[in-house]
């Protein structure tokens, strides 16, 4: 539910962003571009998850007393949290590139209107 939520948010800041960082006759490829690759990464996420949910299923005891869920397969809802984790590091690992192309950029932006 949580997770339903959030995604609205995240569609309008990463829109917003586009919007910011791109120019406006390219918008719709960046957006285009975007969505495709997306959808083309739930193959990709079927191939790899599924086998993992498989292999963790063998645990689902062990991880029900870890993961106390009302789900009946604890293995989706520790896949769930891999996913999160997973997803947390590689944009925690991307922070510092982005926040220098956003200084670099205010600075072009500010030299140009000088």
Known sequence: FL???VIPTVRS???ALVNQHIPPGMVGRALALQKGLMQ???PLAA???GPMNDALAQYSSQLAKFMPLSHPAPAT???FCV???ALTLAA???RRRLLKVE???AAALKAKKD
């Open 3 to 5: 997770y339903m939520v």
């Open 13 to 15: 800041c990463r829109t």
């Open 40 to 42: 083309a990464c739930v």
């Open 47 to 49: 191939v790899f998850c």
């Open 77 to 79: 809802g520790a896949m």
């Open 83 to 85: 996913g999160a984790l």
């Open 92 to 94: 925690l690992s991307q």
């Open 103 to 105: 200084r670099e950029r």
